[in-house]
């Protein structure tokens, strides 16, 4: 199943060299958690994020000096766009703009008066960067928490584009919208309203997830069913964890759904059984920690599989696979076996096998 090909039509904006939405590929960001005044912190841990995949990385703005780090972040060539996170202030949101933030990232609804919401679309719209709305279940306000009794996912839908109309008051539509909660049927539930509500990027998460075990499946059954749908342009998966982890974690739930035009390959192993003739967890393992050399001409799927009585057969609708035999790997080729490989030489075959594929080839079959 294609799901970019079920994507629901949203308008197409840009963050700095990225684009969120339209025909955009659904992105993923993270959010550093070094001290926002530390300049050297924050530039090794954005560049972390970037090596690890992020394409967008968010970060706080507590005060004026953090703003200096966004600006001097913004003159050292920085590799990811940067959105400038602002509670509560306009002026703040304001000096982000100026300083080349490409994105601010704010709840209009707790930034004041009209005039000051008025101010900070005034700003960005100077600078050519759009706003990202963020609403939360934490955050929802008192408004549409006594309409509602409950941050649930109507009110927070509500909220959401409440704070959307306050700026299209001012002319300002280079908007994104976030609905997080850390219930994942509820913010499930509230994109899906407001998905069907307006034509704006969707920003994906759920907040609060937790460690990384606990926290990257709920975020994959959160994010993974709206994708899932056609909902969503942009995510983040949030852990008690390195932003590093969470990078790696969306770009996992997107190579899931077959979304991450990134990954070169689709590994398919099996769960192992009394039949499994190699230790196949290492293999996998070590097989995973060399994905960064492989360079298909296409992407492929590749199976590992840990024995030959049903390996080529369960997994005959992937490109290349090894089956395990008694200290060897059965090579082979969608389901038809090529050769045999030494049980220690298996991992790098495979990878050679990979980068050199070629559809119409029989050349090494024998
Ligand atoms: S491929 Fe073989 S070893 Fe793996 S689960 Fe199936 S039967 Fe067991």
Redesign the pocket.
């Known amino acids: 199943m294609d799901y970019n090909a079920i994507r629901r039509k949203s308008r197409k904006i840009r963050v700095g060299k990225i684009f969120v939405g339209g025909d955009a590929p659904v992105t993923v960001q993270s959010m550093t958690n070094t001290d926002p005044c530390d300049f050297e912190a924050m530039r090794r841990q954005i560049e972390e994020a970037a090596a690890a995949g992020c394409d967008i990385i968010r970060l706080a703005i507590p005060d004026r000096e953090a703003v200096g780090t966004l600006y001097r972040l913004k003159e050292s060539g920085i590799s990811l766009p940067l959105v400038a996170d602002i509670h509560f202030s306009a002026s703040l949101a304001i000096l982000a703009a100026e300083a080349g933030a490409d994105k601010i990232r704010i709840n209009p609804g707790n930034i004041g008066e009209p005039d000051r919401v008025k101010a900070v679309a005034d700003a960005c719209r100077k600078a050519g960067i759009p706003i990202r709305v963020g609403v939360n279940s934490g955050s929802l306000d008192k408004k549409q928490l006594a309409l509602y009794g409950a941050p649930t996912a109507e009110a927070l839908a509500a909220s959401a584009l409440e704070n959307v109309a306050l700026l299209e008051r001012y002319d300002f539509e280079d908007i994104v919208v976030a609905i997080k909660s850390s219930d994942v049927g509820r913010m499930a539930e509230a994109n899906r309203i407001v998905a069907e509500a307006c034509d704006y990027p969707l920003h994906l998460g759920v907040t609060e997830a937790g460690s990384e075990q606990i926290g990257s499946v709920k975020s994959a059954v959160g994010i993974g069913s709206l994708l899932l749908s056609g909902i969503g342009d942009t995510l983040r998966v949030s852990l008690t964890a390195d932003p590093v982890r969470e990078v790696e974690k969306g770009r996992a739930i997107l190579a899931a759904l077959g979304m991450d035009r990134r990954a070169s390959v689709e590994l398919v192993s099996?769960?192992?059984?009394g039949?499994?003739k190699v230790d196949l967890i290492p293999l996998v393992e070590a097989f995973e920690a060399r994905t960064n050399e492989l360079h298909p001409v296409r992407r492929l799927k590749v199976a590992i599989?840990?024995?030959a009585?049903?390996?080529p057969g369960?997994a005959r609708d992937a490109d290349l696979g090894i089956a395990?035999g008694v200290g060897e790997g059965l090579l082979f080729r969608r389901g038809r076996i090529i050769r045999k490989i030494p049980e220690d030489r298996i991992v790098d075959t495979l990878i050679d096998e990979i980068n050199n594929f070629r559809d119409d080839e029989s050349a090494g079959d024998e």
């Open positions: 099996c769960p192992t059984c039949r499994t599989m840990g024995c009585v049903n390996g369960e395990g």
